[in-house]
Nanobody, 126 residues
Framework: QVQLVESGGGSVQAGGSLRLSCTASGYTYSYYYMGWFRQAPGKEREGVAFIDSDVDSDGGPTYADSVKGRFTISKDNAKKILYLQMNSLKPEDTAMYYC????????????????WGQGTQVTVSS
């Protein structure tokens, strides 16, 4: 059974940094496309960053315009961990952050991935 568990959230001041982790188990990690999403209270879920599977890589990671240049998605295949390094955080980055995985890139990007973590809260104060 596929499981995704996020960690690393917390409270920081604007301009600070956090690194989120998503630890995966139960599947062949390298075959899956993965992504980070976030959802703030009263807002729709937003795709933040996406990374291709190792067996079908089509270019580098992609990012939402709102985080481009500040966030970096990466993964450690040996440890089966997906990361999101978040720098220069802003109050508008405050949200619950989720990781997602699917065999199909389109499903991840569309927010309809088969597998999701439980989320980790990020709060940025001004």
């Amino acid at each position: 059974q596929v499981q995704l568990v996020e960690s690393g959230g917390g409270s920081v001041q604007a301009g600070g940094s956090l690194r989120l982790s998503c630890t995966a188990s139960g599947y062949t990690y390298s075959y899956y496309y993965m992504g980070w999403f976030r959802q703030a209270p009263g807002k729709e879920r937003e795709g933040v960053a996406f990374i291709d599977s190792d067996v079908d890589s089509d270019g580098g990671p992609t990012y939402a315009d709102s985080v481009k240049g500040r966030f970096t998605i990466s993964k450690d295949n040996a440890k089966k961990i997906l990361y999101l390094q978040m720098n220069s955080l802003k109050p508008e980055d405050t949200a619950m952050y989720y990781c997602a995985a699917d065999f199909r890139r389109a499903n991840v990007v569309a927010g309809t991935a088969d597998y999701w973590g439980q989320g980790t809260q990020v709060t940025v104060s001004s």
